[in-house]
């Protein structure tokens, strides 16, 4: 299965956001559980990003370019789906 870098990056937000969600429930709720799970989810959702949000054209990191560029800040090509 081969995940375009739009949608891996989707996934991400929405991995950390969930952990987010579930961490901070665990600690409210004192549920070790929920907190672990958060835990992976946060840690799925960086692990995807730093897979997945890169160029590929120049395969460079597009790390603190937020969102969905339209071209590659390291290379110049065109970033398409
Ligand atoms: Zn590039």
Redesign the pocket.
Known sequence: MKLSRTTALIISIGCAMFGALCGGLGAILELYVLEFIGLGLALLGAVLTLIFHR?P????FLGKHVGFPAY?P????PLDD
């Open positions: 160029c054209h120049c395969g460079r590659c390291h290379c110049g090509e």
